[in-house]
Each structure stands twice: as structure tokens, then as C-alpha cells.
């Protein structure tokens, strides 16, 4: 079963509550598995669409108030209609179409985000994209939706504790360099001060065993993926 409620939506998430005005950014990776998108929308004060993402937009669950980008991949289309978004041109080769949204969320007083459509197909984008959470630290509140996975940032020394269902993964990556001194209790591998990171433990594919999953990062900011089913983790979103 899901932990994920799709009557009070994203904003009900249990690693990523909302806490202030949420903007969920569609970018122009692979379409995300039916119903995340809906899902991530449920909640949000603002719908940001990178480029040509999501083109044409009636076919998303709504129409996003703002597409941004420099639309390199959105010439010689349509961009105008009475009624749609507003779009923004940001000729800056310094930012990715992700980062510009995200910097547009900020300038308009945005304290969270939802990157959605934001892994695959190219690498070096993925990862640039997850490099985000670190790169806003501080500013802005990033949860990445995977196909798969959502993933979220915990400061040095920051612990949560999650109500997640027994048999749920979840995975633990460093952000910056190594996290020593991570905790890990109510999973199958727990952790009590151990290292995470490239010469430390591998914490992928850990599983919930019992409510709550505590985790408290070590003095690095850890990147915590979970998937979103525990036996097959995109059925929640199917039609």
C-alpha cells in the first residue's frame, strides 16, 4: 500500500509537508508516471512549467500559471493564447531551465519547491538537477520527484521521523563530500554514527522495518531518496 494520500495531495506528503507557499516546477525530462504530477499539484500555490515541458498544456491536469526557459526547445510553437500561461524568456547560458524556475519561485517569495520530470534520459542533467537541493540550501525547500522515488535534503545534525509502511525503501547519499556520524533506527540496516559516503557505507535500498523511520544526518547534508511503494513503486500513480 501507499503512504502517499491522494485526497489531501503533495502537500500532506510525509518527508516533504508543505511549510510555506510550494511552487511545483514540471521539467522537460521524461513525462513523470501517471497521476505524480496531480498528485504534486494537490496543495501547491504555483505551477511552473520549464521550456516545453508539458506542451501542449491541456493535457496536464492543470494549466501552469508561468512557462520559463530560454525555449530553445519550444521554438516556432504556439506560446501565446488567451487565458494560458505567462511566459518568461531568460536568455542566461549560466542557468538551466530548472534553475531559472526555481529562481523565479524565490524572487516571487516561494519558500518550496517540487521538481517533477527532473531525472532521465540525460545524465548529466540528473544530476545537476539533484545537485539543486544542496545548491538552494538555505533558500529554498527542494524535493525531487523521481520516476520512481522522491528525494529530499537533511542538513548537518538534522533528524526527521517519518510514519512510512513496513518494506519501503529508501536510500541515503552525500551531498557534499562525506556524512559522518549518521543515525539510522526502524529499518533493516540501521546505522548509529555510521559514515556515509565515498569512502564510507554504501546506504542504498535500506527498508523500513518499523514506524517511525528516524535518520539524523551526520555533519554533512545527506540526500534521502524513498520509493513510493514498497513492492512495486510506481502502482500508486497508475490509472
Same mark, same amino acid.
Given at each position: 500500500?501507499?503512504?502517499?494520500?491522494?485526497?489531501?495531495?503533495?502537500?500532506?506528503c510525509?518527508?516533504?509537508?508543505?511549510?510555506g $507557499? $510550494?511552487?511545483?516546477? =514540471?521539467c522537460?525530462?521524461?513525462?513523470?508516471?501517471?497521476?505524480v504530477?496531480?498528485?504534486? #499539484?494537490?496543495?501547491?500555490?504555483?505551477?511552473?512549467c520549464?521550456?516545453?515541458?508539458?506542451?501542449?498544456? *491541456?493535457?496536464?491536469p492543470?494549466?501552469p500559471?508561468v512557462?520559463?526557459?530560454? !525555449?530553445?526547445? #519550444?521554438?516556432?510553437?504556439? =506560446?501565446?493564447?488567451?487565458?494560458?500561461?505567462? !511566459? @518568461?524568456?531568460v536568455? *542566461?547560458q549560466?542557468?538551466?531551465?530548472?534553475?531559472?524556475? @526555481?529562481l523565479?519561485? @524565490?524572487? +516571487?517569495?516561494y519558500?518550496?519547491?517540487?521538481l517533477?520530470?527532473?531525472?532521465?534520459?540525460?545524465? *548529466?542533467h540528473? =544530476?545537476? &538537477?539533484?545537485?539543486?537541493?544542496?545548491r !538552494?540550501?538555505?533558500?529554498?525547500?527542494?524535493? @525531487?520527484?523521481? +520516476?520512481?522515488?522522491d528525494?529530499?535534503?537533511?542538513a548537518?545534525?538534522?533528524t526527521v521521523?517519518?510514519?512510512?509502511?513496513p518494506?519501503?525503501?529508501?536510500?541515503? #547519499?552525500?551531498l557534499?563530500?562525506?556524512?559522518?556520524?549518521?543515525?539510522?533506527?526502524?529499518?533493516?540496516?540501521?546505522? =548509529?554514527?555510521? *559514515?556515509?559516503?565515498?569512502?564510507?557505507?554504501?546506504?542504498?535500498? &535500506?527498508?523500513?522495518?518499523f514506524?517511525?523511520?528516524?535518520i539524523?544526518a551526520?555533519?554533512g547534508? #545527506?540526500l534521502?531518496?524513498?520509493?513510493r511503494?514498497?513492492s512495486?513503486?510506481?502502482?500508486? !500513480?497508475?490509472?
Amino acid at each position: 500500500m501507499s503512504f502517499y494520500d491522494h485526497e489531501t495531495g503533495g502537500a500532506a506528503c510525509p518527508i516533504f509537508p508543505k511549510k510555506g $507557499r $510550494r511552487a511545483v516546477v =514540471l521539467c522537460d525530462g521524461p513525462p513523470p508516471p501517471p497521476g505524480v504530477l496531480e498528485y504534486w #499539484l494537490g496543495g501547491a500555490d504555483l505551477f511552473i512549467c520549464t521550456d516545453a515541458a508539458g506542451h501542449p498544456y *491541456d493535457q496536464l491536469p492543470a494549466v501552469p500559471q508561468v512557462v520559463i526557459g530560454d !525555449f530553445d526547445s #519550444l521554438a516556432g510553437r504556439v =506560446l501565446g493564447g488567451r487565458g494560458g500561461p505567462t !511566459f @518568461l524568456r531568460v536568455d *542566461d547560458q549560466e542557468t538551466t531551465d530548472s534553475e531559472k524556475a @526555481l529562481l523565479y519561485a @524565490l524572487d +516571487q517569495g516561494y519558500e518550496e519547491a517540487v521538481l517533477v520530470g527532473a531525472v532521465g534520459w540525460r545524465l *548529466d542533467h540528473t =544530476l545537476y &538537477n539533484a545537485s539543486l537541493l544542496e545548491r !538552494f540550501a538555505g533558500r529554498l525547500r527542494i524535493a @525531487l520527484a523521481g +520516476q520512481y522515488a522522491d528525494g529530499v535534503r537533511l542538513a548537518a545534525g538534522e533528524t526527521v521521523s517519518w510514519t512510512l509502511d513496513p518494506g519501503i525503501r529508501f536510500s541515503l #547519499l552525500p551531498l557534499i563530500g562525506t556524512s559522518a556520524g549518521v543515525t539510522v533506527e526502524g529499518a533493516e540496516f540501521p546505522l =548509529l554514527g555510521g *559514515d556515509v559516503g565515498p569512502a564510507g557505507l554504501a546506504a542504498i535500498s &535500506n527498508t523500513v522495518t518499523f514506524d517511525p523511520l528516524l535518520i539524523r544526518a551526520g555533519d554533512g547534508p #545527506l540526500l534521502v531518496l524513498v520509493d513510493r511503494e514498497g513492492s512495486d513503486p510506481g502502482a500508486s !500513480f497508475e490509472e
